[in-house]
């Protein structure tokens, strides 16, 4: 039961600092990045494909990668601003909510539209087959991802700024700092009741059944706990520390990132 918690823990942990490494390499290696990730993406497809009507220990664990691998393309096209959206300039001081809203899905449309893509993709590869361990995890860090941002929309104390490389600074724009938002207690309630029972289910489910729901569940707690870091006086960068040895030149924030980062 322990094997399953520690992998996707490591992997999770891991797998984020290497993005951020590569995102903190001069932009000449971006190409390479994106062409070595875009084989991983490609080739973790077909592993889902080939593990889809399987339903043993190893399979649960290469279905739980090959997610993985694909959400990290995701991750490193969007922050390397491969593939961001038509919106490429923060939103001007006193905008609207609603403005700020529509300027803040410009600016992440194509990404969202290419998440959307492959989670298509992956839900009808493993259609009606034993194995939906693929399916469950890029299904939980596509909705706790949404719902991280939903919340640095409404407002939260940290947004962890030091992730974002410089050419996406703008990204600032669109958040907002307050203690708490309404959205963020339902968030994270709803999401600890489904870890919770995916937990209770897995203690009655057999080998390979409990491995794959632990990997899942183990993955949802992660959300969970980075949720709790947008609004803990806890610096999230302490975990990453190793990875985030930026090469590219500090930018400045824009007058209207001023102005929203100290907006009430």
């Not at 009507?53 to 922050?79: D, K, P």
Request: hydrophobic share 55%; glycine share 6%.
């Amino acid at each position: 039961m322990t094997l399953p918690i520690v992998f996707a823990v490591f992997i999770w942990w891991f797998s984020t600092g290497l993005i951020l490494w590569l995102d903190g390499l001069p932009r000449t290696t971006f190409r390479w990045s994106l062409v070595v990730s875009s084989a991983l993406a490609m080739s973790a497809m077909v592993g889902l494909v080939h593990t889809a009507g399987q339903n043993g220990v190893a399979s649960a664990y290469c279905a739980f990668t090959c997610a993985l691998l694909v959400w990290g393309w995701h991750e490193l096209s969007f922050l390397t601003g491969w593939i961001t959206g038509p919106r490429k300039t923060g939103s001007p001081p006193g905008a609207s909510e609603d403005t700020r809203f529509l300027h803040a899905v410009q600016a992440i449309l194509w990404h969202e539209l290419g998440i959307l893509a492959a989670g298509t993709v992956i839900v009808a590869i493993t259609w009606n087959e034993p194995n939906q361990v693929g399916t469950w995890t890029f299904l939980v860090l596509w909705i706790m991802r949404t719902s991280s941002k939903l919340n640095l929309f409404l407002g939260v104390r940290n947004f962890s700024e030091e992730f974002l490389p410089a050419h996406l600074l703008y990204l600032k724009s669109f958040f907002r700092r307050r203690a708490m938002n309404l959205l963020f207690p339902l968030s994270v309630t709803a999401a600890t009741v489904v870890a919770w029972r995916i937990y209770a289910a897995a203690l009655d489910a057999g080998p390979a059944a409990a491995t794959g729901l632990l990997l899942v569940d183990t993955m949802l707690v992660l959300a969970i706990v980075e949720h709790w870091l947008l609004v803990l006086p806890i610096p999230a960068t302490a975990l990453w520390r190793w990875a985030m040895r930026r090469t590219d030149p500090k930018v400045p924030p824009a007058p209207a990132d001023e102005a929203l980062l100290h907006a009430p």
